[in-house]
C-alpha cells in the first residue's frame, strides 16, 4: 500500500513561495525521521530537511532560513514551507521515512533511507 504521497509541487518566479504536503500512512509517521530530498536532473539526490519523532529539526546549509519544516500529528502530515525560492531549488522533492539506523541529521545518504514517496516536480524561473 501507498506510504508516502507528496503534493504541493508547481511553478513559481524566484521570490516566490511554496509548501509541499506529503500525507503519511500511520504506521510509518510513527518512524523515527521522516524528511525531504531533492533531486535535480542528472544530479544526486539530496537530503534537504527532516524532522525527528521528538520533534527536532535539520536542514541543508543551502536552504537553511529559507526552508521550514512541520508536520501535523493529527492527520499524519508532513509539510515544507519553501519561500524565497531560487532557480537552483528546482527539482523533484521526495518524501522520505525510516533512515537508518535512526540517524536524523545532514547531510544523509539517499541510500540509507527506506521509504519514498513518488515526488512532486518544483519549477522556478
Known amino acids: 500500500h501507498v506510504q508516502l504521497v507528496e503534493s504541493g509541487g508547481g511553478s513559481v518566479q524566484a521570490g516566490g513561495s511554496l509548501r509541499l504536503s506529503c500525507e503519511v500512512s500511520?504506521?510509518?509517521?510513527?518512524?523515527?525521521?521522516i524528511g525531504w530530498f531533492r533531486q535535480a536532473p542528472e544530479k544526486e539526490r539530496d537530503g534537504v530537511a527532516a524532522?525527528?519523532?521528538?520533534?527536532?529539526?535539520t536542514y541543508a546549509n543551502f536552504v537553511k532560513g529559507r526552508f521550514t519544516i512541520s508536520k501535523d500529528n493529527t492527520n499524519n502530515t508532513l509539510y515544507l514551507q519553501m519561500d524565497n525560492l531560487k532557480p537552483e531549488d528546482s527539482a523533484m522533492y521526495y518524501c522520505?521515512?525510516?533512515?537508518?539506523?535512526?540517524?536524523?541529521?545532514?547531510?544523509?545518504?539517499?541510500?540509507?533511507?527506506?521509504?519514498w514517496g513518488q515526488g512532486t516536480q518544483v519549477t522556478v524561473s
Open positions: 522520505s521515512a525510516d533512515w537508518s539506523g535512526g540517524y536524523c541529521y545532514l547531510p544523509q545518504d539517499y541510500r540509507y533511507v527506506q521509504l
Open positions: 500511520a504506521y510509518t509517521y510513527r518512524s523515527n525521521c
Open positions: 524532522i525527528h519523532s521528538d520533534g527536532r529539526t
